[in-house]
């Protein structure tokens, strides 16, 4: 099972950004199709971004279209989220997540098999 460190957080201003990577160890990233979460205070976990094994497909939520962008480098072992305009709403731990599934439900969380622990992301207005 492939390992997941999330980096790259902090606290930021609405506008502002930020990008976060997400390292491998343990299996080669390619092997997995790739996604980053948020998870609010008292809230669910919900998708933010998806990447296929070779980077030619993403999909995002809604809510983040056109201001993230993710990407991969797989000879680096390293998943990217770029965070621009950001939001207060933006607010929450984000997590990437690794796994081998490759259908149209890459939003869900149960389609994942690998969870970094997290890496805190603060958006003040």
């Known amino acids: 099972q492939v390992q997941l460190v999330e980096s790259g957080g902090g606290l930021v201003q609405a506008g502002g950004s930020l990008r976060l990577s997400c390292a491998a160890s343990?299996?080669?990233?390619?092997?997995?199709?790739m996604g980053w979460f948020r998870q609010a205070p008292g809230k669910e976990r919900t998708f933010v971004a998806y990447?296929?094994?070779?980077?030619?497909?993403?999909y995002y939520a809604d809510s983040v279209k056109g201001r993230f962008t993710i990407s991969r480098d797989n000879a680096k072992n390293t998943v990217y989220l770029q965070m621009n305009s950001l939001k207060p709403e933006d607010t929450a731990v984000y997590y990437c997540?690794?796994?081998?599934?490759?259908?149209?439900?890459?939003?869900?969380?149960?389609?994942?098999?690998?969870w970094g622990q997290g890496t805190q992301v603060t958006v003040s207005s």
């Open positions: 343990g299996r080669a990233l390619s092997s997995y199709a």
């Open positions: 990447v296929s094994w070779t980077g030619s497909s993403t």
């Open positions: 997540a690794a796994g081998y599934y490759s259908g149209s439900s890459y939003y869900r969380l149960d389609k994942y098999d690998s």
